[in-house]
């Protein structure tokens, strides 16, 4: 039990019970009556009630102290913590075009893909690791696209479902080949706008941004919308994008099949820059180019301060008043500390009026 940080100091009042021994100690008056002598009564037993005449004044300092240990407010805290969160709804949009397979990018000093490279970061993106501190607090949706665009996994706080997609995303096949970037834009702007109405309806959490993480090779050459008016759509609804060129300048080595098995040719490559510029910068968003394993880190560990979100925590304090209510000790249930002092009393006046009355 503790007490009130706003009422401790009424404990100062406690010497103030002693007052109820006012009447003994005061100086006793001189008698009504004379009598010659009261020598004789000196031999008469004393009954129980007079033995009880005490009882009077320590009944009534029981029942000031109660009194004022219930002003001092005696109470039981129970703090719990409430957490708000201003997240960051962040879909990634990763291309998967047959030129992901180009083998430019380097994991512990072996060759990769670019495809292999972009998802080891991506996964330290969202889980955190080499420097970057992961987006826990977050919504994160994936979107892929080759010739088509595909959401693999909805805007969504399960970030082992995100790790377990992006662990599984391979580069397209024959057929299926081509870079529709408006196409892929425009779903995840679509993605973002939907899951942010719905966790600030829900009260969830708040969205503080919403974030379109684009990571290309190539050029736009496929699917039915315009990357320019993806871009349009994605400043109307408020989503930033962040577009990442990934691969080296001029020539890359892309694996060909031969009758000697895998051999790597040089090819040129080429990255739509100006046009990733432009969609990036319309929205309020940046564009980098990414020609290695390591800058693309450092760019992720851009993006990650740029876009933070907001975690607030806030203390909330329930107080049990055992002056107005029942509390236990030692597995007894006893009454609110007033209700003692109520009763207690009531005692006080009784006795004092009657058996233990003293006259004056």
């Not at 021994?21 to 008056?29: C, G, K, Q, V």
């Not at 834009?185 to 959490?205: P, Q, T, Y």
């Not at 974030?211 to 699917?223: C, F, H, K, S």
Request: aromatic letters at 8%; charged letters at 25%.
């Amino acid at each position: 039990m503790t007490f009130h940080p706003s009422s401790v100091w009424f404990l100062l009042l406690l010497p103030l019970a002693a007052c109820a021994w006012w009447t003994w100690i005061r100086p006793t008056r001189r008698a009504a009556l004379s009598f010659s002598s009261t020598t004789r009564f000196d031999a008469i037993p004393q009954s129980l009630w007079s033995r009880l005449r005490p009882l009077v004044p320590i009944l009534r300092t029981i029942a000031l102290t109660l009194v004022i240990l219930a002003i001092a407010r005696p109470v039981k805290s129970n703090e719990s913590t409430k957490t708000f969160v201003e997240g960051v709804a962040i879909e990634m949009v990763l291309d998967r075009s047959g030129s992901m397979r180009a083998h430019d990018f380097k994991i512990q000093g072996k060759d990769v893909e670019r495809l292999v490279a972009l998802r080891a970061v991506a996964q330290q993106f969202v889980e955190g690791g080499e420097g970057l501190s992961g987006r826990k607090n977050d919504l994160v949706g994936v979107v892929s696209f080759a010739g088509f665009a595909d959401a693999l996994v909805p805007l969504t706080l399960d970030h082992g479902v995100v790790l377990d997609a992006l662990g599984q995303l391979r580069t397209a096949e024959q057929g299926e080949d081509g870079t529709a970037i408006g196409d892929a834009i425009a779903l995840g702007v679509e993605k973002l706008k939907d899951a942010s109405e719905k966790a600030n309806a829900d009260g969830e959490m708040r969205i503080r941004s919403k974030v379109l993480l684009l990571l290309t090779d190539g050029e736009n050459n496929a699917g039915e919308i315009e990357p320019s008016d993806a871009a349009e759509l994605a400043l109307a609804c408020g989503v930033k994008i962040y577009a990442i060129g990934m691969g080296t300048r001029g020539l890359a080595p892309f694996p060909m099949e031969t009758p000697f098995g895998t051999q790597f040719v040089q090819q040129p490559v080429n990255i739509d820059e100006d046009l990733m510029t432009k969609l990036s910068e319309k929205t309020g968003g940046r564009y980098f180019r990414a020609t290695d394993t390591d800058s693309l880190i450092r760019i992720y560990e851009t993006i990650d301060q740029l876009e933070k979100s907001k975690v607030e925590e806030q203390k909330l304090v329930r107080y049990r008043e055992y002056a107005v209510e029942p509390f236990s000790v030692a597995g007894f249930s006893i009454p609110p500390i007033l209700a003692i002092a109520l009763l207690v009393l009531c005692a006080e006046l009784f006795l004092s009026s009657t058996r233990l009355r003293v006259l004056p």
